[in-house]
DNA sequence: ATAATAACGAGA
DNA sequence: CTCGTTATTATC
């Protein structure tokens, strides 16, 4: 027999032992999402173990597949086809595997579509290069700054000892998140085990890179990103694999990282939509370790500053505790915040009204830059609500209240300032008199060229888009950010003007207020203990005064009231249906769905497209994913034309 | 995609 | 009833 090259038909022989092999067989095809079983050639016996990825012959043609399980006989009736090629080494362990075909059936989808997400291209190169020998032990955890939260403590010692503690983490205003994050990693390896982190972006992914490295030393970690070449992210990846580094660092798709043993699982600011996955089946990576923390009984860590309603359900339920800091911690590191509504005036200094900054957060952040430290300017992206002016003049058209910026919130809506909300009916053109407004876009660009007339001599940066601060230094200087893009400044910034408070809020979003305190309480975080936040808003408004208290658990307590009153999400649980017409009304109609299912819609949402959602209670998701998953195999088994896109618990409900 | 197979219809 | 063609369906 040959052991190179094709090896004809008639000198194969299955292997001695174990000569069937279960295989999932890399094709979209929802109604293929189930092992086909192969024989396994006896030049093959070595290389095909669980997990490894082999080239099968699939009704005619060379597909790529993954090996389940090698078995002694068949299930199937018919006769089995010989496996063509093993590919590599194992890419599935036994845990991994599990969690993906978990997540497959929790969100509607196939196997090898989450197999996609979590397992990165082979690179063979960095495949036959030798491996560093694994770290020694980690030393048992040394000092650590837990403290200040109530069963902080014991977390961590849980996490050492391999016990399953999961937490939902409101970590303290200014607090260090990587370095805690980086005690927590310490914790899993001390204890003999791995560990898994997920953050949002590149940005947070090097700092707490840096926090981990300077806890435990080079080499006990790998960051996983997007922005990697395929030799390095496999590279890495093999490393989490092999077992060569214990703890993996990453961006949501680190979330399905093989690490063996797992003794944490932690999320930061787990209320960011970078974490929701945009390909199928659409899986938020909180969620994804929420679901492996159950499969695996690894101690989870759901943090940030803020709390979505999601992660408080998780504590509602009972099933994660909270972590949060005390409220004398709080009020000894947290910022002195204040709404523009109390004090709606606009500065009498005619840069500062200009720049459409009102009194009180002019005087703040003149007195923070006369202390020598940097302001944060927290402005909304470009582009992302435009103001109005006025048509002929283009003075720009301010609330008659509060000279707030006017904007509409829709085609035909009525004006309202985006600072206090009130509706601008009967505005008048200060200069000309005009009564037309036109939308003008103001990004971050303009709002830091006003600025710097409203504050002569002052230094100012700007961080959004492509171009990203990490950092800023301690000294005075208005620092313009968007949201999501605001600097770490050394030692913290003096004051933070909060300006996008009515972009944010008045968005017909589920979602609007949840995530506007999520951004609020990003950059109020970055202040230094006793600093000053000004919000753009008034005080009366919810997120305003959690904001205020420093209350992310209140508030997502509130927000989960207010979910479970519409029957949203996490309360219940939806599917979007969407696709052409006839396809989404098609696999509704075939599936056999729980009787306590609702159909809402159609709606249309797109030229030739239409929405449908499906809702059910909590206790009957799984069996809207099976509904669902069975309804689009039936689809797509009969050759139904037109695919249509199935989404759970979409972020965007609206 | 492709091969096996079921279904069908024309001509003997 | 057979042969050749087309539609269907399973894919190991």
Avoid at 344 to 356: F, Q, S, V, Y
């Amino acid at each position: 027999m040959t052991t190179r090259g094709k090896t004809s038909a008639a000198t194969k022989v299955p292997a001695a032992v174990l000569p069937v092999a279960s295989v999932m067989v890399d094709v979209p095809l929802p109604h293929l999402d189930r092992p086909f079983e192969y024989l396994v050639p006896a030049s093959l016996d070595d290389a095909v173990r669980p997990g490894t990825r082999v080239r099968v012959r699939f009704a005619g043609r060379l597909v790529d597949g993954f090996v389940l399980q090698r078995r002694d006989v068949s299930d199937h009736a018919g006769k089995l086809a010989y496996l063509e090629r093993a590919v590599g080494e194992p890419v599935l362990t036994p845990e991994t595997t599990t969690l993906f075909r978990a997540v497959a059936d929790r969100w509607a989808g196939s196997f090898v579509d989450v197999v996609r997400l979590g397992v990165p291209p082979r690179h063979a190169v960095a495949e036959s290069q030798v491996a560093p020998a694994a770290a020694p032990p980690v030393d048992a955890a040394a000092a650590h700054g837990w403290g200040s939260y109530r069963a902080g403590e014991s977390f961590l010692a849980a996490v050492a000892e391999g016990r399953p503690a999961r937490a939902v983490w409101s970590a303290a205003p200014g607090e260090d998140w990587p370095q805690r994050t980086a005690e927590g990693v310490h914790a899993a390896l001390a204890g003999g085990r791995g560990a898994v982190v997920v953050v949002p972006d590149a940005r947070d992914l090097a700092r707490l890179d840096l926090a981990l490295t300077s806890r435990l030393g080079p080499g006990r970690h790998v960051a996983l990103s997007a922005d990697l070449g395929p030799a390095e992210r496999y590279r890495r990846w093999l490393a989490a694999k092999r077992g060569t580094v214990k703890a993996v660092i990453g961006t949501r798709a680190a979330a399905y990282a093989p690490v063996q043993a797992l003794g944490l699982l932690a999320i930061w600011d787990e209320g960011d939509d970078l974490h929701d996955e945009p390909r199928a089946p659409y899986a938020n990576a909180r969620d994804v370790l929420v679901l492996r923390s159950a499969l695996t009984g690894a101690a989870l860590l759901v943090g940030g500053f803020a709390r979505s309603a999601e992660a408080q359900a998780l504590v509602a339920a009972g099933w994660a505790h909270d972590l949060v800091a005390g409220r004398e911690t709080v009020r000894h590191v947290g910022p002195r915040v204040g709404a523009t509504g109390d004090d709606a005036e606009l500065a009498r200094d005619p840069a500062a009204a200009a720049a459409r900054l009102p009194s009180l957060a002019w005087r703040t952040a003149k007195a923070a830059l006369s202390e020598g430290a940097p302001v944060l300017v927290q402005v909304p992206r470009r582009g992302y609500v435009p103001s109005l002016a006025c048509v002929r003049d283009r003075t720009p058209a301010r609330c008659s209240a509060c000279a707030g910026p006017l904007a509409a919130s829709g085609q035909n809506a009525t004006p309202a300032c985006r600072w206090c909300g009130r509706p601008a009916a009967d505005w008048a053109c200060p200069s000309c008199g005009g009564h037309r407004m036109r939308a003008v876009v103001v990004g971050a660009g303009r709002t830091a060229e006003e600025l710097g007339r409203a504050f002569p001599g002052a230094t100012v940066r700007t961080s959004g888009g492509d171009r990203v601060l990490a950092t800023v230094p301690g000294e005075p200087a208005l620092v313009v950010a968007t949201p999501g893009a605001e600097p770490v400044a050394e030692g913290g910034y003096g004051a933070a003007l909060l300006l996008d408070g009515w972009a944010l809020l008045s968005r017909a979003d589920l979602r609007a207020g949840e995530e506007t305190l999520r951004r609020w309480m990003n950059a109020a975080a970055l202040v230094r203990p006793h600093g000053r936040v000004i919000v753009g808003a008034d005080a009366s408004i919810p997120a305003v005064q959690a904001l205020i208290r420093w209350d992310p658990v209140g508030a997502a307590t509130r927000e989960l009231g207010e979910r479970d009153t519409l029957d949203f999400p996490p309360a219940s649980r939806m599917a979007a249906v969407s696709g052409p017409p006839a396809a989404v009304g098609d696999l509704v109609r075939s599936a056999d769905l729980p009787p306590s299912a609702e159909v809402i819609g159609p709606v249309p949402s797109g030229p030739e497209t239409e929405r449908l959602l499906l809702r059910v209670p909590r206790a009957d998701g799984a069996a809207l994913a099976a509904a669902v998953k069975v309804a689009s195999s039936g689809r797509s088994a009969r050759k139904a034309a037109d695919a249509v896109r199935v989404v759970f618990d979409p972020r965007e409900l609206i």
